[in-house]
C-alpha cells in the first residue's frame, strides 16, 4: 500500500462512523474480491499478481470491520455509474451488486445512490471519507483520496464544511429502500 493510506488503515478499525462518497468506484468495505481485481488492475495495469492477491486480501481483511458485534456505523453514498455494465463484465457486476444488496440489509450499513450530475453540484471533488470516533472531545477527520495520494483534514472549519456536504448529498441521494430497489432492478437487468 502507499504511505499516505496507511494512516486511513490504521484508523478505521477504531471508528464508530464512517461515510463515504464514491463517485467512481465501490467503496473498498463493500466490493466483492472480483470487482476489486477488476478495478485494481484497471487503475495499474501491469500489476505483479502478487501485489494484486495482497491488495485484494487487504480489503478483505478491512471489510472485517463491518461485521464485529462493535462495527461501526457505515453510510456509502454511491454514484449508479460505478456499476454500469462498462465498469465491468457483467458476472463481476452481477456478485457485486448481489453483495451491495446484501450489505444494506444490515441495520448499521446505509446505502444510497446518487445521480452523478446532482453529486458534482454538491460534491465536486471525488471520493470523500468522514470519519468520527467513539470518544467525546475526538474531533472527526476528513479522508480525501486522489488518484496518487490521499488528504487527512481535521481542521474543525474543514471538517464542517464537508459534512454539510455530505448532508446535502444524502439528501438528493435516492431514499435507502429506493437504492436497493434499483440495485435489483441493474441486477435482473444483467441476468443471463
Known amino acids: 500500500m502507499p504511505a499516505w493510506f496507511g494512516p486511513y488503515l490504521t484508523l478505521e478499525p ?7 462518497y464514491a463517485p467512481r468506484r465501490v467503496p473498498g468495505l463493500l466490493q466483492t474480491p472480483d470487482y476489486a481485481r477488476h478495478m485494481i488492475t484497471e487503475d495499474l495495469p501491469g500489476i505483479p499478481a502478487d501485489e494484486l492477491a495482497q491488495r485484494i486480501e487487504l480489503r478483505q481483511l478491512r471489510q472485517q ?18 456499476l454500469a455494465r462498462r465498469t465491468a463484465p457483467p458476472t463481476v457486476l452481477r456478485g457485486q451488486l448481489r453483495h451491495l444488496i446484501a450489505m444494506a440489509a444490515y441495520p448499521h450499513i446505509t446505502l444510497q445512490l446518487v445521480c452523478s450530475t446532482d453529486a458534482e453540484r454538491v460534491v465536486p471533488a471525488g471520493p470523500i471519507t468522514l470519519m468520527r470516533f467513539p470518544e467525546p472531545g475526538v474531533g472527526d477527520i476528513v479522508y480525501l483520496e486522489q488518484n496518487d495520494h490521499g488528504i487527512y483534514v481535521d481542521d474543525s472549519e474543514s471538517v464542517d464544511y464537508f ?4 448532508q446535502q448529498l444524502a439528501l438528493k441521494a435516492m431514499e435507502p429502500h429506493a437504492s436497493v430497489s434499483l440495485l435489483l432492478k441493474m441486477l435482473d437487468r444483467l441476468q443471463p
Open 14 to 20: 477504531e471508528l464508530d462512523l464512517i461515510r463515504v
Open 163 to 166: 459534512a454539510l456536504r455530505y
Open 65 to 82: 470491520v463491518l461485521h464485529r458485534p462493535d462495527a461501526p456505523r457505515y453510510w456509502a453514498i454511491i454514484d449508479p455509474r460505478a
